[in-house]
Protein backbone atom coordinates (compact mmCIF):
# COMPACT_ATOMS: atom_id res chain seq x y z
CA UNK A 1 0.00 0.00 0.00
CA UNK A 2 2.77 2.15 0.69
CA UNK A 3 3.60 1.95 -3.17
CA UNK A 4 -0.51 2.62 -3.87
CA UNK A 5 -0.05 5.60 -1.90
CA UNK A 6 3.05 7.10 -3.94
CA UNK A 7 0.83 6.67 -7.13
CA UNK A 8 2.74 3.17 -8.19
CA UNK A 9 -0.09 1.76 -11.05
CA UNK A 10 2.14 -1.68 -11.09
CA UNK A 11 1.89 -2.02 -7.22
CA UNK A 12 -1.59 -1.11 -7.50
CA UNK A 13 -2.11 -3.66 -10.53
CA UNK A 14 -0.92 -6.53 -8.01
CA UNK A 15 -3.17 -5.48 -5.34
CA UNK A 16 -5.93 -5.72 -7.76
CA UNK A 17 -4.71 -9.65 -8.79
CA UNK A 18 -4.63 -10.73 -5.73
CA UNK A 19 -8.08 -9.31 -4.06
CA UNK A 20 -9.95 -8.46 -6.97
CA UNK A 21 -12.05 -12.25 -6.93
CA UNK A 22 -12.33 -11.70 -2.85
CA UNK A 23 -13.82 -7.73 -3.61
CA UNK A 24 -16.32 -9.25 -6.86
CA UNK A 25 -17.25 -12.31 -5.28
CA UNK A 26 -18.98 -10.42 -1.94
CA UNK A 27 -20.54 -8.58 -4.11
CA UNK A 28 -22.02 -10.79 -6.63
CA UNK A 29 -22.93 -12.93 -3.55
CA UNK A 30 -24.73 -9.64 -2.19
CA UNK A 31 -26.30 -8.71 -5.16
CA UNK A 32 -27.00 -11.36 -7.37
CA UNK A 33 -26.20 -9.75 -10.40
CA UNK A 34 -23.00 -9.81 -12.04
CA UNK A 35 -23.44 -6.12 -13.95
CA UNK A 36 -23.80 -4.57 -10.35
CA UNK A 37 -20.89 -6.73 -9.41
CA UNK A 38 -18.84 -5.60 -11.49
CA UNK A 39 -19.55 -1.95 -10.95
CA UNK A 40 -19.04 -2.72 -7.03
CA UNK A 41 -15.76 -4.29 -7.55
CA UNK A 42 -14.64 -1.10 -9.86
CA UNK A 43 -15.95 1.45 -7.31
CA UNK A 44 -13.72 -0.27 -4.58
CA UNK A 45 -10.67 -0.03 -6.49
CA UNK A 46 -11.14 3.16 -7.74
CA UNK A 47 -11.70 4.10 -4.03
CA UNK A 48 -8.32 2.31 -3.10
CA UNK A 49 -6.72 4.07 -5.60
CA UNK A 50 -8.03 7.49 -5.55
CA UNK A 51 -7.58 7.35 -1.66
CA UNK A 52 -4.98 4.84 -0.23
CA UNK A 53 -4.96 6.80 3.08
CA UNK A 54 -8.61 5.24 4.02
CA UNK A 55 -6.43 2.03 4.96
CA UNK A 56 -4.81 2.18 8.17
CA UNK A 57 -3.00 -0.89 8.27
CA UNK A 58 -4.20 -4.71 9.26
CA UNK A 59 -5.52 -6.74 7.11
CA UNK A 60 -6.30 -5.17 3.63
CA UNK A 61 -8.24 -8.33 2.78
CA UNK A 62 -10.82 -7.66 5.50
CA UNK A 63 -11.15 -3.93 5.04
CA UNK A 64 -11.39 -4.42 1.33
CA UNK A 65 -14.23 -6.93 1.62
CA UNK A 66 -16.20 -4.59 3.90
CA UNK A 67 -16.11 -2.13 1.51
CA UNK A 68 -17.25 -4.04 -0.93
CA UNK A 69 -19.86 -5.60 1.27
CA UNK A 70 -21.16 -1.98 2.43
CA UNK A 71 -21.05 -1.11 -1.25
CA UNK A 72 -23.29 -3.70 -2.57
CA UNK A 73 -25.77 -3.38 0.73
CA UNK A 74 -25.72 0.06 -1.02
CA UNK A 75 -27.14 -1.10 -3.89
CA UNK A 76 -29.22 -3.25 -2.07
CA UNK A 77 -30.99 -0.49 -0.50
CA UNK A 78 -30.94 1.43 -3.47
CA UNK A 79 -33.31 -1.11 -4.65
CA UNK A 80 -35.59 -0.98 -2.15
CA UNK A 81 -35.45 -4.73 -1.88
CA UNK A 82 -34.69 -4.43 1.92
CA UNK A 83 -36.92 -0.78 2.66
CA UNK A 84 -36.86 -1.18 6.54
CA UNK A 85 -32.67 -2.41 6.82
CA UNK A 86 -31.70 -0.70 10.02
CA UNK A 87 -27.89 -1.56 9.64
CA UNK A 88 -25.42 1.29 10.02
CA UNK A 89 -23.50 2.49 7.03
CA UNK A 90 -20.46 1.67 8.47
CA UNK A 91 -18.62 0.53 11.79
CA UNK A 92 -15.88 2.72 12.62
CA UNK A 93 -14.42 0.59 15.81
CA UNK A 94 -13.71 -2.05 13.19
CA UNK A 95 -11.74 0.00 11.03
CA UNK A 96 -9.51 0.92 13.84
CA UNK A 97 -8.88 -2.02 15.17
CA UNK A 98 -6.35 -4.48 13.68
CA UNK A 99 -7.26 -7.40 12.84
CA UNK A 100 -5.24 -10.80 12.83
CA UNK A 101 -4.82 -12.78 9.62
CA UNK A 102 -5.01 -16.22 8.33
CA UNK A 103 -2.27 -16.88 5.99
CA UNK A 104 -2.99 -18.43 2.53
CA UNK A 105 -6.48 -18.03 3.44
CA UNK A 106 -8.82 -18.62 0.14
CA UNK A 107 -11.89 -19.28 -0.89
CA UNK A 108 -12.30 -22.97 -0.94
CA UNK A 109 -10.40 -23.32 1.92
CA UNK A 110 -13.16 -21.72 3.85
CA UNK A 111 -15.95 -23.17 1.77
CA UNK A 112 -14.76 -25.91 3.08
CA UNK A 113 -14.82 -25.39 6.65
CA UNK A 114 -18.49 -23.91 6.61
CA UNK A 115 -19.29 -26.59 5.23
CA UNK A 116 -18.63 -28.23 7.84
CA UNK A 117 -20.79 -26.13 10.45
CA UNK A 118 -23.88 -27.15 11.10
CA UNK A 119 -26.84 -25.46 8.90
CA UNK A 120 -28.06 -23.68 12.28
CA UNK A 121 -25.07 -22.17 12.79
CA UNK A 122 -24.29 -21.68 9.14
CA UNK A 123 -27.21 -19.95 7.32
CA UNK A 124 -27.81 -17.31 10.24
CA UNK A 125 -23.81 -16.37 9.49
CA UNK A 126 -24.16 -16.42 5.94
CA UNK A 127 -27.88 -14.49 6.09
CA UNK A 128 -26.64 -12.02 8.35
CA UNK A 129 -22.73 -11.52 5.94
CA UNK A 130 -24.33 -11.47 2.99
CA UNK A 131 -28.29 -10.74 3.51
CA UNK A 132 -27.74 -7.43 4.59
CA UNK A 133 -29.96 -7.64 7.42
CA UNK A 134 -29.81 -7.63 11.31
CA UNK A 135 -29.98 -10.34 13.77
CA UNK A 136 -33.37 -9.41 14.51
CA UNK A 137 -34.84 -10.03 10.78
CA UNK A 138 -32.71 -13.25 10.74
CA UNK A 139 -34.83 -14.06 14.38
CA UNK A 140 -38.35 -13.26 12.60
CA UNK A 141 -37.50 -14.73 9.08
CA UNK A 142 -36.71 -18.24 10.51
CA UNK A 143 -39.24 -17.80 13.48
CA UNK A 144 -36.48 -18.34 15.77
CA UNK A 145 -36.06 -16.77 19.27
CA UNK A 146 -33.86 -14.06 19.06
CA UNK A 147 -31.39 -15.60 21.62
CA UNK A 148 -31.27 -18.82 20.13
CA UNK A 149 -30.27 -16.75 16.54
CA UNK A 150 -27.78 -15.03 18.67
CA UNK A 151 -25.66 -17.77 20.32
CA UNK A 152 -26.02 -19.96 17.22
CA UNK A 153 -24.20 -16.90 15.10
CA UNK A 154 -21.51 -16.62 18.27
CA UNK A 155 -20.92 -20.74 18.39
CA UNK A 156 -20.93 -20.63 14.53
CA UNK A 157 -17.87 -17.78 14.31
CA UNK A 158 -16.20 -19.30 16.86
CA UNK A 159 -16.06 -22.80 15.20
CA UNK A 160 -15.30 -21.54 12.01
CA UNK A 161 -12.39 -19.60 13.63
CA UNK A 162 -11.07 -22.99 15.52
CA UNK A 163 -11.75 -24.71 12.35
CA UNK A 164 -9.51 -22.10 10.20
CA UNK A 165 -6.89 -22.09 12.95
CA UNK A 166 -6.03 -26.03 12.94
CA UNK A 167 -5.50 -25.81 8.98
CA UNK A 168 -3.33 -22.11 8.59
CA UNK A 169 -0.76 -20.30 9.85
CA UNK A 170 -2.19 -17.34 11.97
CA UNK B 1 -27.63 -17.06 30.72
CA UNK B 2 -25.74 -14.52 32.32
CA UNK B 3 -25.99 -10.73 31.22
CA UNK B 4 -22.39 -10.90 30.30
CA UNK B 5 -22.64 -14.34 28.12
CA UNK B 6 -24.96 -12.06 26.29
CA UNK B 7 -23.16 -9.26 25.82
CA UNK B 8 -20.25 -11.82 24.21
CA UNK B 9 -23.64 -13.06 22.36
CA UNK B 10 -23.85 -9.29 21.09
CA UNK B 11 -20.06 -9.15 20.43
CA UNK B 12 -20.47 -11.99 17.99
CA UNK B 13 -23.17 -10.37 15.97
CA UNK B 14 -21.40 -7.18 15.75
CA UNK B 15 -18.50 -8.77 14.80
CA UNK B 16 -20.24 -10.31 11.56
CA UNK B 17 -22.10 -6.68 11.28
CA UNK B 18 -26.28 -7.62 11.92
CA UNK B 19 -26.62 -5.34 14.95
CA UNK B 20 -28.91 -2.11 14.61
CA UNK B 21 -27.20 1.11 15.15
CA UNK B 22 -27.91 1.71 18.50
CA UNK B 23 -27.04 -2.02 19.75
CA UNK B 24 -23.69 -1.62 17.59
CA UNK B 25 -23.44 1.57 19.45
CA UNK B 26 -23.64 -0.33 22.72
CA UNK B 27 -21.26 -2.96 22.11
CA UNK B 28 -18.48 -0.47 20.74
CA UNK B 29 -18.77 1.44 24.12
CA UNK B 30 -18.46 -2.35 26.49
CA UNK B 31 -15.75 -2.96 24.56
CA UNK B 32 -13.54 0.11 25.29
CA UNK B 33 -13.92 -1.16 29.11
CA UNK B 34 -14.20 -5.17 28.49
CA UNK B 35 -11.19 -6.69 28.15
CA UNK B 36 -12.85 -10.29 27.97
CA UNK B 37 -15.03 -9.04 25.03
CA UNK B 38 -12.46 -7.03 23.51
CA UNK B 39 -10.53 -10.11 23.27
CA UNK B 40 -13.55 -12.08 21.78
CA UNK B 41 -13.79 -9.81 19.21
CA UNK B 42 -10.00 -10.24 18.18
CA UNK B 43 -10.64 -13.50 18.22
CA UNK B 44 -13.46 -13.79 16.13
CA UNK B 45 -13.08 -10.79 13.54
CA UNK B 46 -10.92 -12.95 11.13
CA UNK B 47 -13.86 -15.65 11.21
CA UNK B 48 -16.23 -12.78 9.79
CA UNK B 49 -13.48 -12.10 7.42
CA UNK B 50 -13.43 -15.77 6.40
CA UNK B 51 -16.94 -15.64 5.70
CA UNK B 52 -16.53 -12.99 3.12
CA UNK B 53 -13.28 -15.34 1.33
CA UNK B 54 -15.96 -18.13 0.87
CA UNK B 55 -17.86 -16.35 -1.93
CA UNK B 56 -14.39 -15.05 -3.78
CA UNK B 57 -14.64 -15.60 -7.10
CA UNK B 58 -12.78 -18.45 -9.19
CA UNK B 59 -9.22 -18.06 -9.83
CA UNK B 60 -10.11 -20.34 -13.00
CA UNK B 61 -13.14 -19.07 -14.44
CA UNK B 62 -13.30 -21.86 -17.62
CA UNK B 63 -14.16 -23.64 -14.84
CA UNK B 64 -18.07 -21.84 -14.82
CA UNK B 65 -18.14 -20.26 -11.48
CA UNK B 66 -18.33 -16.91 -10.69
CA UNK B 67 -15.61 -14.33 -12.22
CA UNK B 68 -15.34 -11.09 -12.84
CA UNK B 69 -14.90 -9.80 -16.60
CA UNK B 70 -10.95 -9.29 -17.59
CA UNK B 71 -11.94 -6.01 -18.92
CA UNK B 72 -13.28 -4.84 -16.12
CA UNK B 73 -9.77 -4.52 -14.99
CA UNK B 74 -8.57 -3.08 -18.46
CA UNK B 75 -10.90 -0.54 -17.38
CA UNK B 76 -9.72 0.52 -14.01
CA UNK B 77 -5.76 0.00 -15.15
CA UNK B 78 -6.58 2.56 -17.74
CA UNK B 79 -8.39 4.90 -15.47
CA UNK B 80 -5.40 4.30 -13.01
CA UNK B 81 -2.46 4.65 -15.27
CA UNK B 82 -3.47 7.99 -16.89
CA UNK B 83 -3.71 9.10 -13.27
CA UNK B 84 -0.30 7.71 -12.77
CA UNK B 85 1.09 9.02 -15.28
CA UNK B 86 -0.79 12.69 -14.77
CA UNK B 87 1.07 12.20 -10.88
CA UNK B 88 4.36 11.55 -12.21
CA UNK B 89 6.70 15.24 -12.13
CA UNK B 90 7.66 16.18 -16.24
CA UNK B 91 11.10 14.86 -16.73
CA UNK B 92 13.41 17.38 -18.49
CA UNK B 93 16.51 15.48 -19.40
CA UNK B 94 15.77 15.40 -22.92
CA UNK B 95 14.97 18.51 -24.50
CA UNK B 96 12.19 19.59 -26.97
CA UNK B 97 14.54 19.74 -29.80
CA UNK B 98 15.80 16.26 -29.83
CA UNK B 99 12.14 15.16 -28.72
CA UNK B 100 10.95 16.50 -31.85
CA UNK B 101 13.78 15.21 -33.94
CA UNK B 102 13.63 11.81 -32.24
CA UNK B 103 9.94 11.95 -34.17
CA UNK B 104 10.99 12.98 -36.93
CA UNK B 105 13.28 10.27 -37.08
CA UNK B 106 10.88 7.51 -36.57
CA UNK B 107 8.49 8.88 -38.82
CA UNK B 108 10.96 9.22 -41.42
CA UNK B 109 11.97 5.56 -40.71
CA UNK B 110 7.93 4.73 -41.04
CA UNK B 111 7.56 6.20 -44.56
CA UNK B 112 10.64 4.76 -45.88
CA UNK B 113 9.70 1.80 -44.74
CA UNK B 114 6.01 1.90 -46.38
CA UNK B 115 7.26 3.72 -49.62
CA UNK B 116 9.51 0.88 -50.28
CA UNK B 117 7.11 -1.77 -48.96
CA UNK B 118 10.12 -3.40 -47.51
CA UNK B 119 8.51 -5.83 -45.54
CA UNK B 120 4.68 -7.13 -46.14
CA UNK B 121 4.79 -8.89 -43.23
CA UNK B 122 5.29 -5.77 -41.32
CA UNK B 123 2.60 -3.93 -42.75
CA UNK B 124 0.43 -6.90 -41.73
CA UNK B 125 1.30 -6.42 -37.97
CA UNK B 126 1.22 -3.27 -37.84
CA UNK B 127 -1.89 -3.35 -39.21
CA UNK B 128 -3.29 -5.72 -36.76
CA UNK B 129 -1.59 -3.74 -34.03
CA UNK B 130 -3.61 -0.59 -35.29
CA UNK B 131 -6.65 -3.19 -34.89
CA UNK B 132 -5.71 -4.28 -31.59
CA UNK B 133 -4.99 -0.71 -30.16
CA UNK B 134 -8.59 0.90 -31.26
CA UNK B 135 -10.20 -2.47 -29.77
CA UNK B 136 -8.46 -1.59 -26.44
CA UNK B 137 -9.33 1.94 -26.53
CA UNK B 138 -12.69 1.42 -27.67
CA UNK B 139 -13.29 -1.00 -24.69
CA UNK B 140 -11.65 0.75 -22.17
CA UNK B 141 -13.52 4.13 -23.11
CA UNK B 142 -15.42 6.13 -20.68
CA UNK B 143 -17.54 6.81 -23.84
CA UNK B 144 -18.02 3.32 -24.93
CA UNK B 145 -21.62 1.91 -23.94
CA UNK B 146 -21.34 -1.87 -22.39
CA UNK B 147 -24.23 -4.45 -22.66
CA UNK B 148 -23.43 -7.26 -20.28
CA UNK B 149 -24.80 -9.96 -19.67
CA UNK B 150 -23.92 -13.18 -17.37
CA UNK B 151 -20.29 -13.98 -19.00
CA UNK B 152 -19.68 -11.10 -21.00
CA UNK B 153 -20.52 -7.92 -22.45
CA UNK B 154 -21.28 -6.45 -26.23
CA UNK B 155 -19.75 -2.96 -26.15
CA UNK B 156 -20.85 -0.21 -28.97
CA UNK B 157 -18.39 2.67 -29.62
CA UNK B 158 -19.75 5.09 -32.33
CA UNK B 159 -20.84 2.32 -35.28
CA UNK B 160 -18.12 0.05 -34.09
CA UNK B 161 -19.72 -3.37 -32.29
CA UNK B 162 -17.74 -5.42 -30.15
CA UNK B 163 -18.44 -8.95 -28.05
CA UNK B 164 -16.53 -10.05 -25.13
CA UNK B 165 -16.93 -12.50 -23.34
CA UNK B 166 -15.11 -15.10 -20.53
CA UNK B 167 -15.44 -18.39 -18.68
CA UNK B 168 -16.24 -20.21 -21.39
CA UNK B 169 -15.81 -23.69 -22.18
CA UNK B 170 -13.82 -24.80 -24.98
CA UNK B 171 -16.36 -26.20 -27.50
CA UNK B 172 -16.64 -29.85 -28.35
CA UNK B 173 -14.62 -30.83 -31.55
CA UNK B 174 -16.04 -29.79 -35.09
CA UNK B 175 -18.02 -27.43 -33.16
CA UNK B 176 -17.58 -23.48 -32.59
CA UNK B 177 -19.33 -20.39 -31.01
CA UNK B 178 -21.26 -18.20 -33.46
CA UNK B 179 -22.20 -14.70 -33.14
CA UNK B 180 -25.58 -13.67 -34.25
CA UNK B 181 -27.05 -10.01 -34.67
CA UNK B 182 -30.60 -8.61 -35.13
CA UNK B 183 -30.80 -5.41 -37.04
CA UNK B 184 -33.59 -3.26 -36.34
CA UNK B 185 -36.38 -3.99 -38.10
CA UNK B 186 -35.30 -7.52 -39.09
CA UNK B 187 -37.02 -10.94 -38.01
CA UNK B 188 -34.86 -12.59 -37.60
CA UNK B 189 -31.09 -12.82 -36.58
CA UNK B 190 -28.64 -12.57 -39.17
CA UNK B 191 -25.43 -15.13 -38.43
CA UNK B 192 -21.83 -12.59 -37.75
CA UNK B 193 -18.67 -14.17 -36.50
CA UNK B 194 -17.87 -17.61 -35.45
CA UNK B 195 -15.05 -18.02 -32.60
CA UNK B 196 -13.36 -20.14 -30.27
CA UNK B 197 -11.80 -19.05 -26.80
CA UNK B 198 -8.36 -18.58 -25.73
CA UNK B 199 -6.95 -20.60 -23.53
CA UNK B 200 -8.72 -19.31 -19.91
CA UNK B 201 -11.87 -19.44 -21.82
CA UNK B 202 -11.66 -15.66 -22.96
CA UNK B 203 -13.14 -14.07 -26.72
CA UNK B 204 -13.12 -10.73 -27.48
CA UNK B 205 -14.07 -10.14 -30.97
CA UNK B 206 -14.95 -6.89 -33.44
CA UNK B 207 -18.40 -7.93 -35.20
CA UNK B 208 -18.37 -6.26 -38.89
CA UNK B 209 -21.36 -5.02 -38.63
CA UNK B 210 -22.56 -1.78 -37.68
CA UNK B 211 -23.49 -0.55 -33.83
CA UNK B 212 -25.66 1.86 -35.36
CA UNK B 213 -28.00 -1.11 -36.96
CA UNK B 214 -27.86 -3.69 -34.71
CA UNK B 215 -30.59 -4.05 -32.04
CA UNK B 216 -29.78 -7.68 -30.38
CA UNK B 217 -26.49 -9.84 -30.17
CA UNK B 218 -26.63 -13.64 -29.54
CA UNK B 219 -24.13 -16.42 -29.34
CA UNK B 220 -24.67 -19.85 -29.90
CA UNK B 221 -22.94 -23.37 -30.19
CA UNK B 222 -22.80 -24.47 -33.73
CA UNK B 223 -21.19 -26.64 -36.19
CA UNK B 224 -17.78 -25.76 -37.67
CA UNK B 225 -17.99 -23.09 -40.54
CA UNK B 226 -20.71 -21.71 -38.80
CA UNK B 227 -24.69 -21.82 -39.41
CA UNK B 228 -27.45 -19.60 -41.29
CA UNK B 229 -29.73 -19.54 -38.18
CA UNK B 230 -29.03 -20.66 -34.75
CA UNK B 231 -29.36 -24.81 -34.51
CA UNK B 232 -28.71 -25.02 -30.51
CA UNK B 233 -30.42 -22.40 -27.71
CA UNK B 234 -28.26 -19.50 -27.42
CA UNK B 235 -25.99 -19.38 -24.41
CA UNK B 236 -26.45 -15.69 -24.62
CA UNK B 237 -28.80 -12.93 -25.49
CA UNK B 238 -28.34 -9.05 -25.27
CA UNK B 239 -30.55 -6.33 -26.63
CA UNK B 240 -28.84 -3.20 -27.40
Sequence with gaps: MERVRARDAGAFEALYDQYHRLVYGVAFRVLSDAGAAEDVTQAVFLKVWSDPGAFRDGNFGAWVARIARNRAYDIVRSRALHPQNELPESLPLQDAVEETAFAHIDGERVRLALAQLPAEQREPIEMGFFGGVTQEQIARSTGLPLGTIKTRIRSGLRRLRAALQETVAV | MTSHDELLDNVAAYALGVLSPVE??????????????????????????????????????????????????????????????????????????????????????????????????????????????????????????????????????????????????????????????????????APSSTFVPANGGAAVLRLPESATNVVAVAVSVEPEGGSQQPTTKPIALVKI
Excluded at chain 2, 99 to 114: D, E, G, K, Q
Design chain 2, 24 to 189: AAAVESHLQTCEQCRAEYEYLRPAVTAVAYSAEACRDESSGGVAASPLLKARIMRRVRTEAAAARPARRSLGTGYAVAAACLAIAIFAALAAFSLNRRLHQELAQSALQSQTIADLTSPESAHYRFARGEVVTHADRLYLTMHGLATPPAGRVYQAWTLEKGAARV
